[in-house]
């Protein structure tokens, strides 16, 4: 469960993607939470649930304080063991709170110099909240790198690459700059979304710099 926010803090597709990638080659089943949607213009982040919700990802909208898509939410969650993940300040223990009441996880504010969220959940929290459904809380995160993936594999963890990856003209292609490269016609054809292809090659680049040879 990837918990993310409109605003304070402001949405990360960034950190989200990182994420995303790292549940993937986990093979866990990522679901997104898009919370606070009380505090922005639902442009916004109607734009955001529909890049991901037609790729394939399960995206739920949420606000706490507007009792917003708790019930769906909890819902979901039913019957499963679902770990919260997400920035500082995005809301995940209120969310918790707001399914749970009984729990009272302890919450905080985000700073107004920063914009960050300060941490209140200072080691990973699991709960049994009924027979079925357990829930996980963890410390907020402020930066995420996967670890253990090798850059020619990375494509395989962005999914609405998949259908290109094996139509380029090299198989060792890293889909950045060789010609006849599927997945880059993709983007420029708008099949594949810019802003999730930048977020390919940041990660790209960061895996680059790690990978010890």
Not at 54 to 67: A, D, K, R
Request: charged share 20%; proline share 3%; net charge negative.
């Amino acid at each position: 469960m990837i918990i993310t926010s409109v605003s304070n803090p402001k949405f990360n597709n960034r950190l989200l993607d990182r994420i995303l990638v790292a549940a993937e080659s986990s093979k866990i089943n990522p679901i997104i939470v898009i919370n606070k949607i009380d505090l922005e213009d639902s442009e916004f982040y109607e734009e955001w649930y529909e890049l991901y919700n037609e790729i394939g990802y399960q995206v739920f909208l949420t606000s706490v304080t507007g009792n917003i898509g708790l019930f769906e939410l909890k819902d979901r969650l039913m019957g499963n063991v679902n770990l919260f993940c997400g920035q500082s300040g995005v809301g995940k223990s209120s969310i918790l709170n707001g399914l749970y009441p009984k729990l009272n996880l302890k919450v905080g504010d985000v700073s107004a110099v920063t914009q960050k969220g300060r941490h209140t959940t200072v080691s990973a929290v699991l709960k049994h909240v009924d027979n079925e459904t357990v829930v996980i809380d963890t410390p907020g995160i402020r930066e995420f790198a996967p670890y253990g993936i090798e850059k020619h594999d990375l494509a395989h963890y962005f999914i609405e690459f998949l259908p290109y990856i094996n139509e380029c003209k090299f198989n060792t292609c890293t889909h950045y700059h060789e010609p006849g490269c599927a997945v880059v016609e993709a983007v420029d054809n708008g099949e594949i979304d810019v802003q999730r292809y930048y977020s390919y090659l940041n990660l790209l680049e960061t895996i680059e710099d790690e990978t010890v040879y």
